[in-house]
């Protein structure tokens, strides 16, 4: 069974920093995409920052500068370092992974992770 697993969250003031991990278990993870999506109250769930298995990288527009994916295939585990945070990155953030099973695209999430920006 694929399992992502989410931690790191919690209350920060603005300005500040936080590092987000994501442990995967289920797969082969050097050859995986791993992505990290949140969602603010009320609005939807948006992509943040995307690592691939070659380690390039996608930021959405309003982290890049502010935000760093990384992975240590070592221990199965990627991470989103959030620096400069605002109130407006305030959100759950979920790990994603999703792939091809039996010729069908396949979305795994992990539980979520509160990060609150606040002063």
């Known amino acids: 069974q694929v399992q992502l697993v989410e931690s790191g969250g919690g209350l920060v003031q603005p300005g500040g920093s936080l590092r987000l991990s994501c442990g995967v278990s289920?797969?082969?993870?050097?050859?995986?995409?791993v992505a990290w999506y949140r969602q603010a109250p009320g609005k939807e769930r948006e992509l943040v920052a995307k690592?691939?298995?070659?380690?390039?990288?996608n930021y959405a527009d309003s982290v890049k500068g502010r935000f760093t994916i990384s992975r240590e295939n070592a221990k199965n585990t990627v991470y989103l370092q959030m620096n400069s945070l605002k109130p407006e990155d305030t959100a759950v953030y979920y790990c994603?992974?999703?792939?091809?099973?039996?010729?069908?695209?396949?979305?795994?999430w992990g539980q979520g992770t509160q990060v609150t920006v606040s002063s």
């Open positions: 994603n992974y999703n792939r091809l099973r039996f010729a069908k695209p396949v979305d795994y």
């Open positions: 289920g797969t082969i993870f050097s050859i995986i995409d």
């Open positions: 690592i691939f298995s070659d380690l390039n990288t």
